[in-house]
């Protein structure tokens, strides 16, 4: 498969931000359609989990973070909100980066914060 167009950056219209490149214009338009054909053709696309089980995750450790919280100290306590953000941020970078499972990390992130 052959994809034809331009990739010249004196054209910013040929040019987007992704999630991966920050900075301004750095991914052409036919680089991100590559990714996509790609993707569909070694059918590999990105599955989002659904919403509900990101919100039921999230009210279940709201219920756990609770009543842990309130039983130890309150460094403890910070040291295991600080733990258990990052280990939610690497848990779903590593399922979106290896099996392309999407998960709503803000739901995690803001029940825990």
């Known amino acids: 498969m052959v994809l034809v167009g331009s990739v010249y950056s004196g054209n910013p219209s040929d040019f987007n931000l992704t999630p991966f490149n920050r900075e301004m214009f750095v991914a052409s338009n036919l680089n991100i359609h590559a990714q996509i054909i790609d993707a569909l053709v070694r059918n590999r696309p990105v599955v989002p989990v659904d919403r509900k089980w990101s919100l039921a995750a999230a009210f279940f450790l709201a219920v756990i973070l609770s009543w842990i919280i309130t039983r130890i100290r309150p460094t403890y306590g ?36």
Request: proline share 0%; aromatic share 16%; glycine share 2%.
């Open 78 to 113: 910070l040291v295991l909100t600080i733990a258990i953000m990052l280990l939610i941020l690497i848990l779903s970078y590593t399922l979106f980066t290896v099996f392309g499972i999407w998960i709503y990390t803000i739901h995690l992130i803001l029940t825990v914060f």
